[in-house]
């Protein structure tokens, strides 16, 4: 599952991307849109914080990193069937 655009300006009036980014990956999301334009950095910290904490299971992360790391090679086969 695929996040709407985390930098909405909705989004953004009641919480921070870091935060709404956790709570996106453990309502099931797998893969989340943000802008270029955030500190990629920060957002990571903050995933991985909320693994240590307790907030985010690990587990999850892990299955939605396999679950995107699935799709980039499918997609890649699709390419490749273009060439």
């Not at 299955?63 to 490749?80: F, W």
Request: proline letters at 1%; a negative charge.
């Amino acid at each position: 599952m695929v996040s709407d655009d985390l930098d909405a300006a909705a989004i953004l009036k009641v919480a921070d991307v870091e935060s709404t980014a956790v709570v996106a990956l453990a309502a099931g999301n797998d893969l989340l849109l943000v802008s270029a334009e955030n500190d990629l950095e920060s957002l990571a910290g903050a995933i991985a914080a909320a693994v240590e904490n307790g907030s985010l299971p690990e587990e999850r992360l892990a299955d939605a990193a396999g679950r995107v790391r699935k799709l980039a090679v499918d997609l890649d086969g699709v390419a490749a069937d273009r060439d």
